[in-house]
């Protein structure tokens, strides 16, 4: 049984659809705090040939919410269009346009103020786009002791879903050590997502933005092969 664990992301980058595609039970923390920093509510698309932010904007509330706590801004409804928008007048011109902005725009404009609920919904709908069969299991309902932290947490996650192997994305590398999940009987690995380069118009390259850039420029059966393939496991 393998496992992977993670915050939810907003329109991730490829990786985190190949960590889900690797395992097979992908756990999405719900009852973790909020990070301003991290890409729970942000990420990047291309923009006139560079990278830019795209944001769920969000209620003013303590820094020391659960992410499931956290719920999106009053004026959600109008910078929603904005968004959309945005992602419109920065592909419009790309080749999978019109088979994927009807998805991005259901996501976009679904009906949910919880910030949690609206990215699980994303990942879900976009899991189905991408072929993609792995259960998705809120943290939360995982009967552990959930006041652990860091890397016992993620050990009694995968301990209580009988998990063999854990997969973690290459950035981990310095936060878990192999012997230490040794000795709990799991396996570690590591997921190293490939900067594996694709058209994008006439702009220069930019790796690993969010799954809409490349869902815009790769039919289905070309990201079906780079979600399986292109990556390295160690």
């Known amino acids: 049984m393998k496992v992977a664990i993670m915050q939810p992301y907003l329109f991730p980058y490829i990786g985190y659809f190949q960590l889900i595609n690797s395992v097979d039970a992908f756990v999405i923390y719900d009852n973790i705090q909020f990070s301003k920093k991290g890409w729970i509510n942000r990420n990047r698309i291309l ?3 560079a990278d830019a932010y795209i944001t769920l904007p969000l209620k003013k509330d303590s820094d020391y919410l659960d992410v499931v706590e956290r719920q999106l801004s009053d004026d959600w409804p109008l910078e929603r269009k904005k968004l959309l928008n945005r ?3 920065s592909y419009r011109k790309a080749p999978q346009f019109a088979a994927v902005y009807p998805l991005i725009e259901q996501i976009v404009m679904h009906e949910e103020k ?3 609920r609206y990215i699980l919904n994303s990942l879900q709908l976009l899991n189905s786009y991408l072929e993609i069969g792995t259960p998705l299991v809120i943290s939360s309902s995982v009967e552990i002791d959930h006041s652990l932290k860091a890397e016992k947490k993620v050990i009694a996650l995968c301990q209580a879903l009988k998990a063999d192997t854990y997969i973690n994305p290459i950035g981990g590398v310095e936060l878990y050590d192999k012997a230490g999940f040794k000795a709990e009987g799991i396996e570690l690995q590591f997921l190293k997502a490939n900067a594996v380069p694709y058209p994008q118009l006439k702009n220069e390259f930019v790796p690993f933005l969010s ?3 490349v869902m815009m420029f790769n039919d289905r059966e070309s990201l079906k092969r780079m979600i399986r393939e292109e990556f ?3």
């Open 47 to 49: 923009v006139n040939g």
């Open 87 to 89: 992602i419109t007048e």
């Open 114 to 116: 919880n910030l949690f």
């Open 211 to 213: 799954i809409i850039d």
């Open 232 to 234: 390295t496991l160690n």
